[in-house]
């Protein structure tokens, strides 16, 4: 026996660790309340959990620099059932990562792509004179959205969304923004920010069960890594969804070893076997 064999079964046993958590009872972490003139930083999600999924730069700013973090619910998602659970769940992970939450419309935005900003100019424009309405009124110091090739198609429209309302600020607003990935990689990053192990922890423990993780680093070690961790706070029925442009072997490996969780690969060179979607959310 040599070293190595202790250090995969500590992984493994992570796994049994994770079945036995109870799920969604964590208490929400200690945090200091940031004066009322802190500076913001404004994440707009596509939709809900994506605030979980991104929001680790917000997390920190808020937690290490004493800003006030304020999510921005572009849309409640596509499927009118599950809008008033994932207004829920909205809430619920907002008030344990201390963000405040704004809406945009009761039931979110509509139509938020962009063939609607080319085909339907009117009800763009509304749209934009409201997200640029926020700007104003919240001033924020550091903005979070979507990249322009963000693959999903709000994702895209988010994005031109918040571009076109910075536009229309006027000349005295003035903010850092920040082109994040959501779901599809950057052509060109010029960024990676690190999560602690804390904050990666509360923001994995803010997700509504089952949870889906989307993992978009480069192929190979990185993802091997990023695995690992994430392992030590996912159960049974959540899911793992690596962009990263995988090679299939590694695929079918861990999709063997991750039984109790859906494995997803959407950029293997090969496909990989087919899942059961059955507690998959879409």
């Known amino acids: 026996m040599h070293p190595y064999h202790a250090y995969v079964r500590q992984f493994a046993s992570l796994r049994t660790l994770g079945a036995h958590l109870p799920q969604g009872q964590a208490s929400p972490p200690s945090r200091p309340v940031p004066s009322a003139d802190a500076p913001q930083v404004m994440l707009f999600s596509p939709h809900p959990d994506d605030e979980c999924i991104i929001g680790a730069l917000a997390l920190r700013l808020v937690r290490e620099s004493g800003y006030r973090g304020v999510n921005v619910a572009v849309t409640l998602g596509s499927n009118v059932a599950?809008?008033?659970g994932r207004l829920a769940e909205l809430r619920h992970a907002c008030a344990f990562l201390g963000f405040e939450l704004v809406q945009t419309a009761p039931d979110g935005l509509e139509r938020v792509h962009r063939t609607t900003r080319e085909q339907e100019p009117a009800a763009w424009a509304a749209m934009v004179r409201g997200i640029a309405a926020l700007l104003r009124e919240r001033r924020p110091r550091v903005i979070l959205f979507p990249h322009d090739r963000d693959w999903n198609s709000t994702h895209v429209g988010v994005h031109w969304l918040v571009a076109d309302a910075l536009h229309t600020a006027g000349p005295d607003f003035e903010c850092f923004t920040v082109e994040t990935e959501f779901w599809g990689q950057c052509d060109d990053p010029n960024a990676m920010v690190e999560?602690?192990?804390?904050?990666?922890?509360d923001l994995v423990a803010a997700l509504d069960q089952p949870r889906t993780v989307w993992i978009m680093v480069p192929a190979g070690d990185?993802?091997?890594?990023?695995?690992?961790?994430?392992?030590e706070h996912l159960e049974p029925g959540d899911t793992i969804v690596d962009g990263g442009n995988t090679n299939f072997h590694d695929d079918v490996r861990r999709h063997a070893a991750l039984a109790a969780l859906d494995w997803f690969s959407t950029r293997a060179r090969q496909p990989v076997c087919t899942l059961d979607l059955r507690h998959r959310r879409v």
């Open 82 to 84: 599950r809008r008033v």
């Open 222 to 231: 990185a993802t091997e890594a990023q695995i690992n961790e994430l392992l």
């Open 195 to 201: 999560v602690s192990e804390t904050d990666l922890a």
